[in-house]
């Protein structure tokens, strides 16, 4: 069973930057497809970005492209979404997910294992 823990959300003015990490313990991620999931109080969970199990295929909702990066250390079971140019409406709190497949499924749920989530508020 894999767990997720995300870290690195904070609290920054707008237009700056911030690195989510994601830690896998209890099983490999190797070969599960990983994204990246917000929601906002009073909102659905939207997702974020993705990538394959290779790490060559990625996917970003239209909002963040070209602001956000989603990465992968398959040997350090860990991913990463590095954030720049960040808006209000990037506040949110976001989690970490994986799938039990090397290619990404859309849909929330696809995504077998959760973290808990880690929060990141954008000020104006």
């Known amino acids: 069973q894999v767990q997720l823990v995300e870290s690195g959300g904070d609290s920054v003015a707008a237009g700056g930057s911030l690195r989510l990490s994601c830690v896998a313990s209890?099983?490999?991620?190797?070969?599960?497809?990983m994204g990246w999931f917000r929601q906002a109080p009073g909102s659905g969970r939207e997702k974020v970005a993705s990538i394959s199990g290779g790490g060559t295929v990625t996917h970003y909702v239209d909002s963040v492209k070209g602001r956000f990066t989603i990465s992968r250390d398959n040997s350090k079971g860990t991913v990463q979404l590095l954030m720049n140019d960040l808006t209000p409406e990037d506040t949110a709190m976001y989690y970490c997910?994986?799938?039990?497949?090397?290619?990404?499924?859309?849909?929330?749920?696809?995504?077998?294992?959760w973290g808990q989530g880690t929060q990141v508020t954008v000020s104006s």
């Open positions: 209890g099983g490999s991620i190797l070969d599960k497809c």
């Open positions: 997910a994986a799938q039990d497949r090397s290619w990404c499924k859309a849909g929330p749920s696809s995504y077998d294992y």
